[in-house]
């Protein structure tokens, strides 16, 4: 009877000690959201997404203007915050360890770090349409080799 009671006391604290470390990173990951400002940067970033196929159905006629409403429609929906929060939470716990999480606070809670992470996405904007151009560049050696698979496909007359 004595050994089943220290057992249970053993597995009680177990769970005890996990559920502190849990709170313990649970805070971290708070304030390391607040201080790279992931929040902002995914709404500008869901803006951004919002913005571009706005504009690339603009003009288009009535279908194109009601997909793109419905578009935006979804992502208001299902492409919260709120909505991603949790996930990418448990991505950055499951991605980086403690230590790492605390460095990065300290190093995004510096003048230099909250220049880079307000700097982030005009950095990533830019990429985007780099390779959006690189690929459009591109894009005529694409078709080719799709209508060369597309010809190979059919059948013979």
């Known amino acids: 009877m004595k050994r089943f009671f220290i057992i ?3 597995v009680i604290s177990v769970f005890s000690v996990q559920s502190v470390f849990a709170q313990a990173n649970d805070k971290m990951l708070e304030e390391f959201l607040k201080v790279a400002m992931v929040k902002e940067q995914f709404d500008e970033t869901v803006n ?12 288009q ?4 203007d ?6 935006q429609g979804f992502y208001k929906k299902y492409l919260t915050w709120e909505t991603v929060k ?4 448990k991505a950055y716990s499951e991605t980086f360890t403690q230590e790492e999480i605390q460095a990065m606070i300290k190093f995004y809670s510096t003048p230099a770090g909250q220049s880079i992470v307000k ?3 005009q950095l990533t904007q830019k990429i985007m349409l780099l390779t959006m ?10 078709q080719a080799s ?9 059948p013979a007359k």
């Open 8 to 10: 249970a006391l053993i």
């Open 146 to 154: 799709l209508m060369e698979i597309m010809k190979k496909k059919q």
């Open 61 to 64: 006629g009535k279908i194109p």
């Open 119 to 121: 700097k982030q996405p």
């Open 48 to 59: 951004m997404m919002m913005s571009q196929q706005s504009k690339a159905f603009a003009g």
């Open 133 to 142: 151009a690189s690929m459009q560049k591109h894009m005529p050696e694409l």
């Open 86 to 89: 949790n996930d990418m939470t």
């Open 66 to 71: 009601e997909v793109a409403k419905v578009l």
